[in-house]
């Protein structure tokens, strides 16, 4: 399997802040990543898919970079409702696995 | 607007197989290039891909389950179901339905089911 490692596990920043998440994979999945955003009570809402295009109707202030093996989501601003935790999916090789999750908290 | 509604059972005794039925609105479970796919979500062991049905009726399921599991789809119905057998208190967990169109991941989730395994 491909193993995702996400971090950090967690985070606390301010709104206005510019923050970044990283998801290492255990071997190569070209671009085949995307990201989640995920609020309690409420299933996983994808952001960015094919590791940098972004969802219809998700803000322009988060983006995906990456390829091979170390991918970024970063959100150039971090605004109230951004407060959530965040997955990473590969989707390049079955069976399909996610990061452990980063959890965004309000400094 | 693709909308994927949940049904089944939130309590399985050990041992029993849990049912659940994603009815999808908004598109169709016979048009080709889509995935049909279950994933669970438990404290312990965070996202878990489950397996995925491809509109052509092939099946692609995690080895890492313990339990048998059999995506099956009913187009008639527009729906496609999970069966998990000989549930433990492993499988409990927060199961949800979705859709990935292609190669590029899941786009849209069902709101999810809480499945509790207890006698």
């Known amino acids: 399997d491909i193993q995702m490692t996400q971090s950090p596990s967690s985070l606390s920043a301010s709104v206005g802040d510019r923050v970044t998440i990283t998801c290492r994979a255990s071997q190569g999945i070209r671009n085949d990543l995307g990201w989640y955003q995920q609020k309690p009570g409420k299933a996983p809402k994808r952001l960015i898919y094919a590791t940098s295009y972004l969802q219809n109707g998700v803000p322009s202030r988060f983006s995906g970079s990456g390829s091979g093996t170390e991918f970024t989501l970063t959100i150039s601003s971090l605004q109230p409702e951004d407060f959530a935790t965040y997955y990473c999916?590969?989707?390049?090789?079955?069976?399909?696995?996610f990061g452990q999750g980063t959890k965004v908290e309000i400094k | 607007q693709l909308q994927l509604q949940q049904s089944g059972p939130g309590l399985v005794k050990p041992s029993e197989t849990l049912s659940l039925t994603c009815s999808v609105s908004?598109?169709?479970?016979?048009?080709?290039?889509?995935?049909w796919g279950w994933i669970r979500q438990s404290p312990g062991k965070g996202l878990e891909w489950i397996g995925s049905m491809y509109y052509n009726g092939s099946t692609y399921y995690n080895p890492s389950l313990k339990s048998p599991v059999t995506i099956s789809v009913d187009t008639s119905k527009n729906q496609f179901s999970l069966r998990l057998s000989s549930m433990t208190a492993a499988d409990m967990a927060l199961y949800y339905c979705a859709r990935a169109r292609g190669w590029f991941g899941f786009d849209y989730w069902s709101q999810g089911t809480l499945v509790t395994v207890s006698s």
């Open positions: 999916l590969q989707h390049n090789l079955y069976p399909w696995t």
């Open positions: 908004g598109g169709s479970t016979s048009v080709s290039g889509f995935y």
